[in-house]
C-alpha cells in the first residue's frame, strides 16, 4: 500500500512539473487558431506546424539577447569558482563552530529582495561605467549564485581527507600548488556542480537584469518585453529555446548534480 502511494506521489509531482512544458510545446507547434486564438484551446496537438518557430526567429532579434544571456552566465560560473574555490578552501580549515556561522551569513543575503540591492547599485554602476554592461550583470547576479558555489565547495573540500594535503605538503607542495594540482583534480565533481549551479541561477536571473542592463536585454528579459509589448508567438519560440540549454546540460551532467556533490562532495 504504501509503496503505491509512493508511485502515486512520483507521479503527480511529475505532471506537475512537466505540465509547464507540455502547453509550452503545445503553444509553440500548434496554430495559434487552436491556441492564443481559441477560447477553449485542446490539449493535444493538432495540425503541428514550425510555422510560429519561423516567424519568430526570423522577424524578431533573438540573437543578441541570446549571446547576452551565454556571456553573462558563463562569466558568473567562472566568477564563482575563482572566488568560491580559495573561499571554500579556506572554510574548510575553520572548525565547525567557526564555519557553519560564516555560511549562514553569507546564505542570509540571497534571501534579501533583489530589487533591494539592485537599485542601490545601480547608481553606483552607473557612476563606474558598469551599468548595462557584461560585468556589470556578472557582479551583480553573483550576488545570489556565490554564496551558494562557496557552499557547495566548502562542502566538497571538508570532504577531501586531509591525510592527503599532509602528504603532498610533506612532497613540497605549496598551498596553492596543493589546491591547483591535488585539490581540485580530487574534487571536481563538487566544482562541476558548483559551476552549473551558478550558471543556472545566471541564466534564467530576471531582476537584476531587467534592472542593470535595461538597453540590451538577456534572453528572460527579452521575452518578458516581448509579452508586454503582444508579441506572444515570439515570447513562446523563445521560452521554448530558452529551456533546451537547461535540459541539455541536466542530462549531460546530471551525474554531477546529485546530492552527495551539493552537499558532502567526494566520497573519501
Known amino acids: 500500500m504504501s509503496s503505491k502511494l509512493v508511485y502515486i506521489g512520483v507521479a503527480v509531482f511529475t505532471i506537475y512539473f512537466l505540465a509547464p512544458l507540455y502547453i509550452l510545446?503545445?503553444?509553440a507547434f500548434n496554430s495559434p487558431k487552436y491556441t492564443i486564438e481559441s477560447i477553449y484551446p485542446p490539449l493535444i496537438?493538432?495540425?503541428p506546424t514550425l510555422n510560429n518557430l519561423i516567424f519568430a526567429?526570423?522577424?524578431?532579434?533573438f540573437i543578441h539577447p541570446l549571446l547576452k544571456s551565454l556571456a553573462v552566465a558563463t562569466l558568473v560560473g567562472i566568477l564563482a569558482l575563482i572566488v568560491g574555490i580559495p573561499a571554500g578552501y579556506g572554510l574548510s580549515k575553520l572548525p565547525g563552530k567557526i564555519a557553519y556561522p560564516i555560511i549562514v551569513l553569507l546564505l542570509i543575503t540571497n534571501m534579501m529582495p533583489g530589487l533591494v540591492v539592485a537599485i542601490p547599485i545601480s547608481a553606483e554602476f552607473i557612476r563606474l561605467g558598469l551599468f548595462d554592461t557584461i560585468p556589470g550583470l556578472a557582479f551583480?547576479?553573483?550576488l545570489v549564485s556565490l554564496p551558494l558555489a562557496v557552499f557547495i565547495l566548502q562542502g566538497?573540500?571538508?570532504s577531501v581527507p586531509r591525510e592527503i594535503e599532509y602528504q603532498?605538503?610533506?612532497d613540497g607542495a605549496s598551498t596553492f600548488s596543493y589546491i591547483l594540482r591535488v585539490l581540485v583534480p580530487t574534487a571536481s565533481p563538487g566544482i562541476i556542480a558548483a559551476f552549473l549551479i551558478s550558471w543556472m541561477f545566471s541564466w534564467d536571473e530576471f531582476t537584476y537584469a531587467v534592472i542593470l542592463s535595461p538597453i540590451h536585454p538577456t534572453w528572460p528579459v527579452e521575452i518578458y518585453l516581448n509579452i508586454t509589448r503582444g508579441n506572444i508567438l515570439?515570447?513562446?519560440a523563445f521560452s521554448l529555446v530558452f529551456t533546451i540549454p537547461v535540459i541539455i546540460l541536466t542530462l549531460l551532467l546530471q551525474k554531477y548534480l546529485r546530492g552527495e556533490y551539493l552537499t558532502g562532495g567526494i566520497k573519501s
Open 168 to 170: 603532498a605538503k610533506i
Open 156 to 158: 566538497t573540500f571538508s
Open 234 to 236: 515570439a515570447a513562446i
Open 140 to 142: 551583480a547576479q553573483e
Open 45 to 47: 496537438f493538432k495540425s
Open 25 to 27: 510545446l503545445l503553444l
Open 57 to 61: 526567429f526570423t522577424q524578431y532579434d
